[in-house]
């Protein structure tokens, strides 16, 4: 009998695991050799190249969404949502092969606009971050507040004289390479994660104390390995910001140093080392100093990076908090998660690769904002088979809706819960006629009006699949599940639609039951659309 | 040359062949298959991970003998093609339809692949040929 695991943590910490791999191209099961996922808060772009058989399938077509779901029985997630940019076939001695190259959802940010951006000033990096995605149509993202060094708002604009206080993204500079650069500036990343949201966060200063995952020597690392490096020290950051002449006639440069440069032993001699950066969006000194501050956190030590490979773990995302023990290498503690390279093949298995880094300087604060709301605490079965060993062994029918309200304002959305029984076909088969049983987000084009059967009807605005839940009949296996909404949802009334998938091979519509459902809603707070500068 | 085990009905698809017992074995082989998986060692410990990545394709290899050189050829121009393969009963595992053919029990495979035949047989001066042909069928569930 194959061994259900509880979740990724116990399914890691087996020794003995099936492995699961299922891809998804437009929502339909393609037959899939191999999959290799990178992702990494430097890497703002995730990517994902899946190995099939050539020719390809009618449905394999440029932009189509790709997903990926990797695991153990029982411990299935996400490892890429994206769409598809290109893809190759071919063929020769080795056979027909087709190879699937996929994006992940911020390469909607990389191509330049045919206008400047103007946004009016003062605004948040957090603001312009979610209102390029919203423009962008980017399905899911998730914007921390970005923090200075003591707490504060990073807002950019403001200067009647610059822009007329607006901020402007000029149109030689796609969103995504402005948002990377000025990110970074305040210890900021915006990168793609492996269940499809686009990120922005911090990756600076210490880690927080609690960790997601452990990885040791001797325990479960496959291999070890670290590098302590002076070369990217610096100890004396100079910061140059905007330069422009003041309404009392007066020019105004912006520029913050240090009022002393500490000695460090490993940049003896000369004891320091000087580097400058510079950025026109630095309109105040506050501003500049809160990115010397920054740079200096980060640079004023040699930077370790540790490095590490480990059996699949379909749940790590870059930017978590992972701690680390090798007596080997000298690394202990807690480290930035700042890279996960998944790799599934028929042959060899799952395995990831990651890095961590240590920060330096102090942990800062956090600025998460998410709210959570019960959406229903009630189990619903959906399909259409009575079964007697499930909580509720009438089937709710083969679409459920619940009703539930969308918070004021939010950048993404996810639904919380538990399940069981839901796309265990896709365990045992691809094919590409079954549909998999999914949520679904429906709501009216406009929620602050009454429904109608013409400009405001009930449409589907967004979705997101269920993972593959095997279970041996007879027994529940309750599984956690979270599910990053995809699509435009607006605040107000809206409808979850719980709907059952369709096995092809058998044409049994799928049953599973749900419980305890929960909306977390992140990154609250209204973006401001752009306004195009001709 | 091996005993032949005088069987009139085996056959894959249209072309009949006998099947020769193995050297020195007082037992036909049988349909086996590759269990795929991954172990690993965790350094520093005495730990471990085999990771089960599923069943490969059930795969059978009998020397065959031919009443004739065109019967071989006729076999040979089937490899990489998928037909039903018969086989006396009492000579397999495989758990497929079952059929009585003038007072013996076949079984009859269907979708099974000739995967590889000896391109180099041996050809007896009684007209009759042998060589190893591999069959293939889909993994065990």
Redesign the interface.
Known sequence: MTRNFGSVAEAVA??????RLRVFVGGRALTTFEAHASHGVNQPIGTCTVVTEAPLPSFVTPNASVLVQAGYPGAVRTIFSGRLPNHEAAISEQGRWGRINAVGWASLLDYKDFADLRFAGPISLKRLFQALCKRRRVPSYRGEDVLTYDGASVQFGGITEIDEGDVVIDRTVSPLTWLTQKAELFGYRVYDTPIGRVMLSRVSGLPGTTAAATYA???????FSSRLDTRGMVTYWEVFGAKYTAAAGNVVAIRSIPAEVPYSAELDPPGYRMDAKRDEILTSTALADAVRNVLEINTSEPSELATWEV?GAPDRQPGDVVALDSD?CQVSGNRWLMSVRQSVT?????YATMEGWAGAGEALPAGDDCESSSVSSSTYHVGDSTIAWFSDPSPDGTTVEIAFTVPEAYSSLTIYGEAHGANSYFA?SDNDESTASRFEIWQVPDPTQAEDDTDNKLRKVGDGQLPIMEETAGVIAWQQIVIPITGSVKAGPAELHLVAGTDADTGAVDDFEVRGLTLVACGVGEPELPEEAY | MSDRLDLPYTRFGAVHFGILWPDNSLSMPDWGFES?T?T??????N????????KGPQRITYRLSFDSAADYRDLKERVQETDTLVLFAAMTSAPDDYVDLHGEGYVEIADVLLLELDQQPQIFPDGTVEANATFQRPSP?
């Not at chain 1, 087996?14 to 492995?19: I, T, Y």
């Not at chain 1, 028929?346 to 799952?350: K, L, N, P």
């Open positions: 087996a020794d003995v695991k099936h492995v020597e001797g325990e479960n690392a496959y291999r059996d080997t028929d042959r060899t298995g799952y045992s | 795929i991954t690993r060692h965790v350094p520093g410990s730990r471990n991970v085999t990771q089960l990545l599923g569930s």
